[in-house]
């Protein structure tokens, strides 16, 4: 690798330059080709978030309005369904919806 800062040549696997000791490694450098995986979890988080919420929203009004007797073991139920059923569906819009917005330019 060549060095940035005095432009010597050193061998491969080399972290720092052996001739003027600044690191060869530019992590800036690395982490900023790494901006999309970190933009489309954020995004799949968000989604497994809302969900969530959604799926025991729904699931309340729908488990209540189909148990007339015990309504509110019915909506308590109902949640239960909704979430387990609103967050893998949350994830996944998530994730597809982080697959095609754009990662931002800086962070």
Not at 31 to 56: E, N, P
Not at 90 to 100: A, E, R, S, Y
């Amino acid at each position: 690798m060549v060095c940035a800062n005095c432009g010597a040549h050193n061998n491969p696997g080399r972290e720092r330059c052996a001739v003027c000791g600044h690191s060869l490694v530019q992590l800036d450098q690395v982490l900023k080709r790494d901006r999309k995986t970190g933009h489309v979890l954020r995004i799949a988080l968000i989604g497994l978030a809302v969900g969530g919420v959604v799926g025991v929203v729904l699931g309340m009004f729908v488990g209540a309005a189909i148990v007339h007797e015990g309504a509110i073991a019915g909506a308590v139920v109902g949640a239960w369904i909704g979430l387990w059923l609103g967050v893998p569906a949350g994830t996944v819009v998530g994730t597809i919806v982080g697959l095609f917005l754009p990662p931002p330019k800086e962070y």
